[in-house]
């Protein structure tokens, strides 16, 4: 079975603080890397990643996929309490399936 | 634009009722997937349709689940005889095709209830 590992699973922070997320993956039939956001609804798309060592960014959020290691990390710098969340990191493969990690359940206090 | 649409979004079920759960894609999306996420777990796929036809269904369980996506009207998640185990929410996503880039969007989510 194809397995997407994030980690932590549950991360506290203080407003201000930076937060790196990590997720790691098999390579079989991968196509793209995907890392969403989870409020209690639907998940919201934050990134696609297909490329290796290509910084994606948007506001606070970064993100980077190293393809060699099977990696890839999610930054949030100057975190503030919207941004506490569940994060999902998902592989895409063939055939767009998209198999999901457990989410890593951030928690930013003020 | 409308984004992907469910429903219902709440439905509650008495043990051996059947459950029907809608979802339309976004304009001008073909493909539709269905995943569950039961409480306290990650989001598993189910299902990947495409007008008039089921491309992936290894996520869904053998047996009282069933989906179909017609050529007119919305794809559609039906459960028989639920079970409390059947309890989760239910995410409906869309894309417009398979090429690598195409995003896949999330509806708002179906919660089943069943008591």
């Known amino acids: 079975e194809d397995k997407v590992v994030q980690s932590p699973l549950s991360l506290v922070v203080h407003e201000g603080d930076t937060v790196t997320l990590n997720c790691s993956y098999e390579v079989t039939n991968f196509r793209s890397l995907l890392w969403y956001k989870q409020e209690k609804k639907a998940p919201t798309f934050l990134f696609m990643l297909t490329s290796s060592g290509i910084e994606k960014k948007s506001g606070r959020l970064s993100s980077i996929l190293d393809k060699k290691e099977l990696f890839s990390i999610l930054n949030i710098t100057a975190t503030q309490t919207g941004d506490s969340a569940v994060y999902l990191c998902v592989k895409e493969t063939s055939g767009s399936r998209l198999t999901f990690g457990e989410g890593t359940q951030l928690t930013v206090n003020p | 634009n409308a984004g992907v649409m469910q429903n219902p979004r709440h439905l509650v079920r008495r043990r051996g009722q059947e459950a029907r759960l809608r979802c339309s894609p976004m304009k001008g999306h073909s493909h539709v997937y269905w995943y569950r996420q039961l409480p306290e777990e990650g989001l598993k796929f189910m299902v990947y349709?495409?007008?008039?036809?089921?491309?992936?269904e290894s996520g869904m369980p053998k047996e009282r689940f069933s989906a179909e996506f017609p050529k007119e009207g919305p794809s559609i998640l039906r459960i028989q005889q639920v079970v409390r185990g059947d309890s989760a929410a239910y995410f409906c996503?869309?894309?417009?095709?398979?090429?690598?880039?195409?995003?896949?969007?999330f509806g708002e989510g179906s919660w089943l209830t069943v008591v």
């Open positions: 349709l495409q007008k008039e036809n089921i491309i992936d």
């Open positions: 996503a869309s894309s417009p095709g398979t090429t690598s880039g195409n995003t896949i969007y």
